[in-house]
């Protein structure tokens, strides 16, 4: 599997990272050409602005319960999620989903890469 530096790197595939609160730090020119948002407007959004209404309340457990047990079912496996466009659109992807500390907190990486282009 390819280590987290190496998936930032990727420019084929949208990626984008998050901060242990769930705020985007960074996302890559793929992501900005599929998801419509430029880096400016996506970095310091909670990550739930491309997560259907309907998955909020799923994200925030999960995403609570790893920063408390840091273990996860999710991370490292290839899982498809919808993801929402800055104009509305839902896109099918397969999110890779990955944790790593960063100076004693935690970041994570999610690669999509879009199944219906």
């Known amino acids: 599997m ?3 530096d190496e998936m930032k790197q990727e420019t084929d595939v949208p990626v984008v990272i ?3 609160q769930g705020f ?3 996302v890559n020119d793929c992501f900005t050409s599929v998801f419509g948002w430029s880096t400016d407007e996506i970095k310091n959004q909670l990550i739930t602005v491309i997560i259907p209404e309907g998955f909020h309340a799923p994200h925030h457990l999960g995403f609570s319960r790893f920063l408390t047990t840091e273990k996860s079912t999710i991370l490292n496996h290839p899982v498809r999620l919808v993801g929402i466009t800055k104009d509305g ?3 099918e992807a397969e999110h890779l989903i990955m944790a790593q500390k960063h100076q004693g907190e935690w970041l994570f990486l999610a690669r999509l890469r879009p199944l219906n282009p």
């Open 2 to 4: 390819k280590t987290f």
């Open 18 to 20: 998050t901060d242990h």
């Open 24 to 26: 985007v730090t960074y």
């Open 89 to 91: 659109r839902k896109i």
